[in-house]
C-alpha cells in the first residue's frame, strides 16, 4: 500500500480525492499540505488517519509518494525538495517556468528511484490514446493535417493566480495548451516550424493570452492547427480533434466518447464503412462509421485514475515513466519558441 500526499489543496485535489476512491487497494491518502492550513485540514478529515500540515516538508515521514498540484512558479522548488527527500513525484503539468528549472528537474531525476512522472492526464485518457494509434500506426492511411480545439471558461475565481503571467508561465497555451502540444508532438513526430498568435480579449483577467492559435508543421510535411480558450460562454466543440488521413478523416468528440470516422470518397478499393464499424455500431450514413466507442466505464471514469494507475505501477514495478521530466521537455521548448517569435511577428524555427 502506497501512501500517498498531496500539496496544494486547491478544487484539484478535491477532484482527485473522490476520483481515486476505486484505488484504495493500491494506495490511500496520508497527508495534505497548503499554505492555508484550514484547506490541508478540511481535506485531512475526510480521510481517517491523514495529517494536515502548513509546511509540506512536514508531511515527508507521512508519505511514500506526492502529487503537487500547485500554482506553476512553485513546482520548481518544491519538486526539488521532494526528490532530495526521496519521495515518488508526479507533477502536474508543466514542469517549471524555465528551461533552466527544467533542466536542474531532470538532473535530479533518478527514475524510478524515486519515480518523477508529469501529470499530462491526456496521455492516459482511452479516447485521446486511441486516437494516436490510429495516427501514429496508419490505420486509415497517413496523417497530413491535425486539428484540436478546447473550449472552456476558466475565469478568476478559480484562483487569482490563474491570470498571472510571471506565475502562470505565460497564458492559456502554456498553462493548458502544452496537453494538446505533447499530445501533437506524440502523434506526429518532430515539428520543424510554426506560430502562434494570442489574444486577452474576452479574457480580462489574464496579463498575457486567454486564447490562442498555434500552427505547426512537422518533419514529415504533416501540418497540426490549436485553438484553445478560457473565455469561452458557450460551445459547439468543446474538446475535440479531428484528423486528415489519406483514407478518410477522423473525428474525436470527447463528450460523446467516440471516434467517427467520415469518407466522402472510397478510393476504390478500401474497406466498406461497415467492415470498419466499431462492436455494436452501424454506419450512421453513407459516409461515416463510428469506429471506436469508451466503454460506459471508461467514460465514468476520470481519466486521472489512469495517470495514477500509472504512476503506482512505476513505483510498484520500478519502472521508468512514459512521460519523464525530459519526455516533458519538448513541449514546453516548442511553446518558448513560439512565444519568442510572436513577439518578433515571425515563424518559429522549431528545428
Known sequence: MIRMGMIGCGSMADRHISALAPLQGRMRFTAFADIELPRAQRLASSVAGAVAAENYRDIFD?????????PHDLHHQVGMDCLRAGKHVLMEKPLALTEAQCLELIAADRSPEPVLMLGYVMRHHPLWKQMGEYIRQRT?????????WTEQYTDASQGAWIGQAKRLGGGQLFSHGCHYIDLLLDWLGDPVCG????????????????????????????TAYHF??????????????????????????????TITLHRDKS???????EALAFKGEAPKDINKVVVYRCSGADKRRKAVVQQ??????CIEKKMKPDISAQASLRSLQVIWKLYEAEEGMVVADLR
Open 62 to 70: 507521512h508519505v511514500d509518494a506526492i502529487i503537487i498540484a500547485l
Open 140 to 148: 486509415y492511411g497517413e496523417a497530413f493535417h491535425v486539428s484540436i
Open 195 to 222: 506560430t502562434h498568435i494570442g489574444t486577452r480579449l474576452g479574457t480580462p483577467w489574464m496579463e498575457r493570452e486567454g486564447t490562442s492559435n498555434v500552427s505547426l508543421k512537422f518533419k514529415s510535411g504533416a
Open 228 to 257: 484553445g480558450t478560457w473565455g469561452a460562454r458557450g460551445s459547439r466543440l468543446g474538446y475535440a480533434a479531428h484528423a486528415h488521413c489519406t483514407e478518410g478523416m477522423l473525428e474525436l468528440d470527447h463528450a460523446e466518447g
Open 267 to 273: 478510393g476504390g478499393d478500401l474497406p466498406a464503412l
Open 308 to 313: 495514477i494507475e500509472a504512476f503506482l505501477d
